[in-house]
Structure formats: C-alpha cells, structure tokens
C-alpha cells in the first residue's frame, strides 16, 4: 500500500517536487486510465517495489516480451509497468544508454524498453532521433502482446513505430518532428542506410548484367556490297550475313 501511495503521491501536483519532462511530472505522459490500472495493478504492487535505476535493470532482464494493456479489462504489461517506473525515477542519460548499448546487445526486452523510455522522456527530437535510429538493424524477434493475443515483431520495426507512429504500446507519445523537418533545419545529418553499400554493389551488379546481355546477338553493319547491308554475330564471333543465315 505504501507503493501504491507513493505512486498517487507522485501524480499529486502539490507534492510533487521531482524532475519534470516536457515542462511536466514524467507520470503525466501516460493517460489517467492507464496510469491507474498500473498503480492498481499486482506486478506493481510485487515486483516494482523499492526499486531503483540499478535494481530495475534486474527486473527488466526478466521481461519475455512488450506491450500496453491487453484482455477486457485491459491490464497493464510487466513492460508498460517498468516503463512507468523509469518515468518515476528519471535515471540518468548515461544509464538509459547502458540499458540500450552494452546491456541491450544481450538482452532485446530491456533495449526495447530503454527505446521506449528514451521516445517518451528525451526531449529533443534530434536526441530521439540520433540515440535509436541505430538500432533500425536490430532484426531480433520481439514477442507482443496485444489486446486479444499475442503478434511477433523485430527490434528494427518497434524502433520505427517509436519514430513514425504517435501511439504505441497504449501511450499516446509525445509529438516528434519528422526527419526531413530536422535535416532542412540543419538539426540533422541525412542519414546513411545501414544497407548503402550493399545496394550500390547490387546497382553494379545489374548494370555489368545490362551490359552483358545487350553485347550477345549484337546488329553489325555490313561494309558496302554485301547482301542486305546487314550481319549478325554469329555463336563463334563471326560475322554473318542474313543471307549466308538463310543458306544454312
């Protein structure tokens, strides 16, 4: 109960005297609903207990996949539950990219939560964008739950949603600039795909087979006073003439 309490407290504007994000109390980024069945729910009240930027980690290596609220009564996930934790604590930048580099290279979940905690609390656009674009190659399988069931996703394609969609995981997220926005304003660099050189190298490749097959069967003009004025290569370089062709 004490927990809970400490919870609602957070949420109280009198009592409330912590880092703000967005100009705002961190908890306020997820809607009242939700915010209320996280604080109602057994995995917060167990499991969330206590905890700290160091000894969150622990919690979060045990999350088995992402998502928001899921069933009827739309319970909130181990993952949605530490999200809001992160938010309550406000851990350092330098922690957050613990979770994500050296942590996340092992453990996908909790890089998915640390993507998630940074697209929610990091407040500019340019951060968001340069701290989780590199991790559109991490094509590492994610399991999620949805509201009726369960659906498979990759790294790569949660950090997309995180930079292209406004809601995710039942958090209406906070409004993000698109990129060619930022890289008009010179607040970016353009970015390089992960995949450039490979696709230049399959370019070459079409362009070398391009040529290869326009060489075979070429149209030769024959010198004056030959037949038709007109040869073809022969299989063995030769030029042919049509009517030395229809002789055969």
Request: glycine share 6%; hydrophobic share 35%.
């Amino acid at each position: 109960m004490a927990h809970q309490a400490d919870a609602k407290k957070s949420l109280d504007e009198r009592g409330y005297t912590g880092a703000l994000i967005h100009g705002d109390n961190p908890l306020k980024l997820f809607e009242k609903a939700v915010r209320d069945r996280i604080v109602d729910s057994y995995y917060w009240k167990e499991q969330c207990f206590g905890l700290n930027a160091a000894t969150l980690l622990d919690r979060a290596l045990e999350l088995t996949f992402i998502g928001g609220t899921y069933g009827v009564a739309q319970k909130p996930t181990p993952f949605l539950c530490l999200a809001f934790k992160l938010l309550q604590l406000v851990p350092e930048r330098e922690i957050i990219q613990y979770y994500l580099e050296q942590a996340g290279e092992e453990y996908k979940y909790l890089r998915a939560l640390a993507a998630f905690y940074v697209r929610l609390a990091w407040e500019k656009d340019e951060d968001v964008y340069t701290t989780l674009e590199p991790y559109l190659s991490d094509s590492r399988k994610l399991k999620r739950r949805v509201r009726e069931g369960w659906a498979l996703t990759h790294v790569d394609d949660f950090v997309d949603e995180l930079l292209v969609k406004n809601r995710v995981c039942a958090t209406t997220l906070p409004k993000i600039n698109p990129r060619v926005f930022l890289e008009d304003e010179d607040r970016l660099e353009p970015r390089v795909s992960a995949l450039g050189d490979e696709l230049e190298e399959l370019d070459q490749e079409e362009e070398e087979l391009e040529v290869d097959s326009g060489s075979e069967g070429e149209v030769e003009e024959l010198p004056h006073g030959r037949a038709n004025g007109i040869a073809r290569t022969g299989s063995d370089g030769e030029v042919v003439s049509d009517e030395e062709m229809d002789g055969d």
